[in-house]
Structure formats: structure tokens, C-alpha cells
């Protein structure tokens, strides 16, 4: 099993150019054993709870055995010290030394595994080594020229399961070379939900709060939020975890009241304890994180002291989505199971808060970023709803959205607003169908459609660069991830002429994609090949009206 379920998008200018290697010294140890020493306690009173009912199973067991039985075991099962003795015989351990003061009178030196390292050639630098070809600096210059990020090229981040291993991988995208892969990943303790991209340096002493800084939130099954730095390399550890796992208080009764509660799932105001399935950074306030869990309630994280600073409590069922306002710093959309999407202001918690109703569950919520007064909600159901925001109903059930689109016949699991392209919209749904809209005054219209082979779409992420404005992430079900250049569309170019710069002739279909496995690279070379030619099969293209 493969699949990729989020990713997300890192703007240019913000990785490092060369990534540094995780180095493991005293300052490290320590801030992982503090870090982790929550966890070790719960799992070292789980493993005791696991071996006392064991003994007392078991014990239940001999209780009910008759009297005799208890007797015939030890003869079955133990050796007579004299066999024990005729074991060992065989290995003559009495005059063991005796051979090893043999060999020196004998030989002048041990036989044994190190008798001969005097004689070892020894070289106080591995310059002076003659069989040692490649020299030190020719190796940190070749790993340095790999790991190497320029200016012009985007990150890309994939949360990913493959056979039961869960991890982060992190992807180069060089625009020019049409080229994708993997730079590095991280490894993750259980199936990844959704990331967040972040520019502020979370638990590093060595930095200023507010210096800029290229990190990455992950929320997953586990209840707790790992937070990463993405210019280091092969870390073994996150650099902070928001929730109960990264919670480093000492008071013994106070670490059992939270396992209680975390193993009653009792929804709290400190910490998640269901799934996180939905992250929101703020980008006006750096050190603020929202998140969302199918405990049903939404948190806000100040990234600066790693604590949850509020909890809120709008939905009666799973809260799948987030967005914060672009404008309104504040103000945050959420879309529940519930069927109903709530814009709140944070900073009123017990205010009563506009609410909009609709027809299934709530899959995506997303405020307009070229018209901050309206919202999109998808819909299991396969529907857009296009909402202004200025306009909140009495009730949910009076909701009278601007505009519906049935984009899809199955749940619209993907869903992308381009921030720089206006009434530039892409879908993905379940179906296995990535569809391209012009949004319109009129309405949406579809431009093209398209089956990426990437399996049932979990993902479609437009580029946040203007240079690379009209590329597209699409994941799925499949673990493939596939970046699509739809300005080389024919569709897409009529229908926002006035973004795209006039090409002479004809253009190919650009279609930059990664394997699951160097294997299978080949064959899924040659179909994307195949289908970048003529468009291939699974397209459908409408011109604009």
C-alpha cells in the first residue's frame, strides 16, 4: 500500500541553499530525553498493565489445574546439573589459557583477534593513507553539491504512507530542468493527515523568535503535532511537539491525570486527543497555529511557547478543515462533519459566531484570496458552494449560497483556489478526475478535465510563486506525486489568455512526475511520455464560452 494523503507547497527563497546534516551531540540528547520522557513513562505503565493482568490471567489458569500437573513440568523442562557438566566438557574450558601461554612462548605474540596489530600500518591523517583515494573535502564537496537548493527552485511536501511506514518526504522542483525528487524525508510515527508549511523557527534557542525560517507542521492519527525543521537533514527527533507528548512537566499525579484522560479521549482544553485533521498557519500572526481534530474541536498554538492558548468548541462532530481570512488576521473559517461551516473571531471565543449549513459533510473550506468577502466549501457530495460571507443566514438550513457547482459525481477530496491567478479553481476528487474552472461573474465554467493516473485524488495544490503560477500538485491514492503545467493546455491558454505569454507553434504538455519506486520509473516514464504527445486518453477539454 502507497498513497499520498497531503501536500503542501514551500515558496521560493526560504529553504536553505545547502542543508546541514543532524548533528547528535550532549545539547541534543538532552532535549530529546526531555522531550520524550512523557512518552517513555506511558509506555513503561502500559507495558506494566499489560504484565499484571498477564499474571493474573495466568494465575487464574493454575488455580483451576489439578494438584499432579504442577509437578511433571520442572522434569520436562530443566537439565540435571550432570548433563549440564557433560555439555560443557566438550569445550575444554579448564585449559582454555593454557593454549593462548603456548602461543606466546611459542610464537612470540597471541594468536587471538587483535595478536598481530603491531604490525598494522598506522596513519595519523588519512591524506598519508596511500589506499584511501578519495580524499575528505572530495566527499563533503560531492555531498554538498547533492543536497544543494538554488534560488529558482520550489520545495514540495509529501505526506506519505507506504507498506505501514509513515514519513514526510520532501521534493525539489527545478521549473527550467522539468525535474522532481526526493531531497530527503522524515520519518513519522503514524499516518500523516495534513501539513502546514512554516517561515518561524519553533524550538530553536540559537535564533531569534522572529527570524525568518523554513519549518513544517504535521498532524497525523496521534493526538499531538510534530513540528520540523526542514533545512536539516536525517533528524532523529522534531524540534517540537504541541500536545500531551510534548509536554515536559515533572509532577508524577499530574502525568496521570493526562494518561487518564488520553486514554478516556475526553476532549480538553490543553491538547488534542483524536486525530488532527486540519492545520491553518497565520501568516500576519507568525507565532500562531490553528488546528482541528475529530475530537471536535479546534485549537490555537502559540508557536512560541509550544502551549495551546485557546480551545473552541463551534462543531458537534469531526472538524476536517480550516482557513484563516487573508485580510482579517482573526477571523477563522471551519468546516465540520457536521455539516455546517463557521467563521469565527478568535479573539470572542464565546461569541455567538455565523453559521452556514450544507447538504454532506464538509470536505474543504477556503476563503477567495482575491475576494477575502466571499468563501468555497466542498462537499462530500461532490458540490462547490461559493458563499458571501457578509450574508450569514438566521439558521444553517436558510443558507443561500452566491453560486452551487456539482463538480464532481463522488466527494470532492481536493480542492485549490490559485493565489495568483483569479477565478483560476481546480478539483480532485475520489472519482480519480482532477478538473481545471474559470470562474466567472456568470460562474464557474470547466476548462479541462483530466485522469493523471495518480489514483483517487487526496491532493491539488496550485505553486505559491508567480513564476510558477499555473503549475499544479496532484496526489492520490497511488503514492505517485505529479506536477502539471497547465499553461501548456491548449484550454487553459484560451481561457486566461491574458496570464499566459504567447508562444509561437506548438506547445507540448508539460507533466513532471516522480515514480513509486525506480523500478517502475520506465513504464511510468514512457506513459507520461505517451500522454504528454496529444493529451492522450482521460481528457476532456471545454473552450471558454
Not at 589459557?97 to 595478536?115: I, Y
Not at 481534530?293 to 458537534?316: E, F, P, Q
Not at 482579517?328 to 452556514?356: C, F, H, I, N, Q
Request: with cysteine; net charge negative.
Amino acid at each position: 500500500m502507497s498513497m499520498i494523503t497531503a501536500t503542501a507547497w514551500v515558496p521560493r527563497g526560504f529553504a536553505a541553499p545547502f542543508p546541514t546534516k543532524y548533528t547528535f551531540d550532549e545539547d541534543e540528547f538532552a532535549r530529546i530525553a526531555e522531550l520524550a520522557k512523557i512518552q517513555l513513562d506511558d509506555a513503561n505503565e502500559d507495558l506494566e498493565d499489560a504484565r499484571k493482568e498477564a499474571t493474573d490471567s495466568n494465575g487464574a489458569e493454575d488455580m483451576k489445574e489439578e494438584d499432579g500437573s504442577d509437578d511433571e513440568v520442572p522434569s520436562k523442562t530443566l537439565k540435571s546439573k550432570a548433563d549440564a557438566d557433560d555439555d560443557l566438557q566438550e569445550y575444554d574450558l579448564e585449559h582454555y589459557d593454557d593454549d593462548v601461554e603456548k602461543d606466546k612462548k611459542d610464537e612470540g605474540m597471541g594468536m587471538g583477534m587483535f595478536g598481530n596489530v603491531k604490525s598494522l600500518a598506522y596513519h595519523a591523517s588519512n591524506e598519508d593513507d596511500p589506499y584511501i583515494t578519495m580524499k575528505e573535502n572530495e566527499e563533503e564537496d560531492e555531498d554538498r553539491e547533492e543536497l544543494q537548493i538554488l534560488a529558482n527552485d520550489n520545495l514540495l511536501l509529501a505526506a506519505k504512507v507506504e507498506d505501514e511506514v509513515a514519513h514526510l518526504e520532501v521534493y525539489v522542483y527545478e521549473d527550467e530542468a522539468d525535474n522532481l525528487y526526493v531531497h530527503h524525508d522524515i520519518m513519522l510515527p503514524a499516518i500523516p493527515l495534513c501539513v502546514e508549511w512554516l517561515d518561524l523557527p519553533v524550538g530553536k534557542s540559537n535564533v531569534e523568535r522572529d527570524s525568518r525560517a523554513n519549518f513544517v507542521a504535521v498532524g497525523t492519527f496521534d493526538p499531538d503535532i510534530e513540528i520540523w525543521d526542514l533545512d536539516t537533514i536525517d533528524c532523529m527527533y522534531p524540534n517540537a511537539i504541541l500536545g500531551q507528548g510534548g509536554d515536559t512537566g515533572s509532577d508524577g499525579l499530574k502525568k496521570k491525570e493526562k494518561k487518564k484522560k488520553k486514554k478516556s479521549k475526553k476532549a480538553n482544553d490543553e491538547f488534542h486527543v483524536d486525530a488532527v485533521l486540519s492545520l491553518a498557519a497565520n501568516r500576519h500572526h507568525r507565532n500562531l497555529l490553528a488546528s482541528s481534530s475529530a475530537d471536535k474541536t479546534v485549537k490555537l498554538w502559540d508557536l512560541n511557547t509550544t502551549k495551546c492558548a485557546k480551545s473552541y468548541t463551534h462543531h458537534t462532530d469531526k472538524v476536517c478543515s480550516i482557513a484563516w481570512h487573508p485580510k482579517e488576521s482573526t477571523a477563522l473559517l471551519s468546516g465540520s462533519y457536521d455539516r455546517t461551516v463557521v467563521a469565527a473571531d478568535m479573539r470572542a471565543p464565546d461569541a455567538k459566531v455565523p453559521r452556514w449549513g450544507v447538504e454532506s459533510d464538509v470536505e474543504t473550506v477556503r476563503w477567495d484570496p482575491h475576494d477575502p468577502n466571499f468563501f468555497y466549501i466542498s462537499t462530500e457530495n461532490g458540490i462547490i458552494h461559493y458563499h458571501d460571507v457578509r450574508k450569514a443566514p438566521a439558521s444553517p438550513a436558510a443558507s443561500k449560497p452566491v453560486w452551487i457547482l456539482q463538480a464532481h459525481d463522488e466527494s470532492v477530496s481536493a480542492f485549490d483556489i490559485n493565489p495568483v491567478i483569479p477565478g483560476f479553481m481546480a478539483t480532485g476528487s475520489t472519482d480519480k478526475q482532477v478538473k481545471l474552472w474559470n470562474i466567472q461573474p456568470s460562474g464557474p465554467s470547466m476548462v479541462v478535465s483530466r485522469d493523471l493516473d495518480v489514483g483517487k485524488v487526496f491532493s491539488t495544490v496550485f505553486a505559491p510563486d508567480e513564476e510558477v503560477g499555473f503549475r499544479l500538485a496532484v496526489a492520490g491514492s497511488k503514492g505517485m506525486m505529479q506536477i502539471w503545467d497547465t499553461s501548456t493546455n491548449p484550454a487553459v491558454r484560451r481561457a486566461f489568455a491574458s496570464r499566459v505569454a504567447p508562444v509561437e507553434g506548438e506547445i507540448k504538455e508539460r507533466l513532471v512526475g516522480v515514480g513509486e519506486d525506480s523500478s517502475e520509473s520506465e513504464e511510468e516514464e514512457g506513459g507520461v511520455e505517451a500522454g504528454e504527445a496529444d493529451g492522450g486518453e482521460g481528457w476532456e477539454s471545454m473552450d471558454e464560452e
